[in-house]
């Protein structure tokens, strides 16, 4: 009887609860089940590359927001766990994680979305961020907040009773759909606060951080939208279509669409551009302000401009002209005439060698110096002449 029972896909030995795991009469669970497996093994991959990537990170304030996207990758891994509950079908165990789990999951990844919203504000206004712990801190007190109101509702429907009533042991799954909604308001206010913190980063005078606002924006816009339609089907659309029973499948599908959003429009992206990226402070600024060059440029900049002749006024000394003509000059002139107060290294004075030099220059163009010649061949000179010699020897 069993093995007559059971849908095609699934074995004889195959708990009931567990049909829509392989029924290939009814796909939707074969299909949710194998995309929640293709996210887990995503999440996981992702986590590894982010963790590795670290090192190689060279912007300080980039590297501060690993701690909220590892953060997102852990959460968006449980919510791909999760969809399995929503797969099987409904006892005590799972309706209990369904009710549990489904808002702490969620609350995880949209409160680490608005701690980095948050601090993108914070850094387009002050130019500055909190520290990374200080977010990651920030994050884990709104996920606490809806730890503690999950935990709270959670004993007091399933776990808590009144003294004298009968307990009824299924009651974690006979809980009306709008009270499970009305159970995720903080998660909606989370998705709310995500869209309206991720608005002002859009106006950021660097594009970077501009694109990671449009990022979580992206998300959050996204998630609203699909919360919108879940709530829409889960409340009332399953009810006019005369299909209750749609209502596992509805939640099914938006755990599993909700998680692929998280990676495809954030963790990707932010994955992408950790180690591509360079600093924004770096980036020339749109804003009209006046930058000046760096020190290595201005110094090319110079040393390539050609640099006009040097107008040397004194690079020809005539005191040590040896082509011209030697003619007296009509009036001298001081060497310290044209003396204009400049430096000694940029003026040029005449030392004590140029100074007689120019002197016997002078001298010579006055006068000539008279020149040995040659004795005469004639008697009477040659005879003076040895006298003059005899003489001379004498003397001395």
């Given at each position: 009887m069993a093995s007559t029972s059971a849908?095609?896909?699934?074995?004889?030995?195959?708990?009931?609860?567990?049909?829509?795991?392989?029924?290939l009469t009814t796909l939707w669970g074969v299909v949710v089940e194998a995309v929640s497996a293709a996210g887990v093994m995503t999440s996981f991959i992702l986590f590894v590359i982010l963790m590795a990537s670290l090192p190689f990170v060279t912007d300080k304030k980039r590297k501060g927001m690993v701690a909220l996207q590892a953060s997102i990758l852990v959460f968006t891994l449980g919510l791909f766990g999760l969809t399995f509950a929503f797969i099987v079908d409904r006892y005590?165990?799972?309706?209990?994680?369904?009710?549990?789990?489904?808002?702490?999951?969620?609350?995880?990844c949209l409160a680490c979305l608005v701690m980095h919203a948050l601090w993108l504000s914070l850094l387009r206004r002050s130019g500055q961020g909190p520290r990374s712990w200080l977010l990651w801190l920030g994050a884990l007190s709104l996920w606490l907040v809806e730890v503690i109101i999950n935990t709270e509702w959670l004993v007091l429907t399933m776990v808590w009773s009144p003294p004298g009533e009968i307990v009824v042991p299924d009651l974690s799954c006979s809980i009306a759909n709008k009270d499970f909604v009305l159970s995720l308001i903080y998660v909606i206010v989370l998705m709310v606060g995500v869209v309206l913190m991720a608005f002002p980063s859009l106006s950021h005078k660097h594009k970077e951080w501009r694109r990671d606002g449009a990022f979580i924006l992206a998300t959050g816009l996204f998630t609203v939208a699909i919360w919108v339609a879940w709530i829409a089907m889960y409340i009332y659309g399953n009810r006019a279509a005369g299909n209750p029973s749609w209502d596992d499948p509805t939640l099914a599908v938006t755990v599993a669409l909700n998680a692929w959003v998280f990676l495809a429009f954030y963790i990707i992206p932010e994955i992408c551009f950790l180690t591509t990226q360079e600093d924004p402070d770096l980036e020339e600024p749109?804003?009209?302000?006046?930058v000046y060059p760096a020190r290595s440029l201005t110094?090319?900049?110079t040393m390539?401009?050609?640099?006009?002749?040097?107008?040397?006024?004194?690079?020809?000394?005539?005191?040590?002209?040896?082509?011209?003509?030697?003619?007296?000059p009509a009036n001298s002139v001081s060497p310290?005439?044209?003396?204009?107060?400049?430096?000694?290294?940029?003026?040029?004075?005449?030392?004590?060698?140029?100074?007689i030099t120019k002197g016997l220059t002078m001298m010579n163009q006055g006068g000539m110096i008279p020149?040995?010649?040659?004795?005469?061949?004639?008697?009477g000179s040659g005879a003076s002449s040895l006298s003059h010699s005899q003489e001379s020897l004498a003397s001395q």
């Open positions: 849908p095609r896909g699934c074995g004889s030995n195959i708990s009931s609860i567990y049909y829509n795991l392989c029924d005590s165990t799972s309706c209990s994680a369904r009710r549990f789990l489904f808002g702490v999951l969620f609350s995880g749109h804003d009209g302000e006046h110094y090319d900049t390539k401009k050609p640099e006009p002749a040097p107008q040397n006024l004194y690079i020809e000394n005539k005191a040590f002209s040896m082509d011209e003509t030697p003619e007296e310290y005439g044209i003396y204009n107060g400049q430096l000694r290294s940029a003026v040029y004075q005449p030392t004590e060698l140029a100074l020149r040995a010649r040659a004795p005469s061949l004639n008697p």
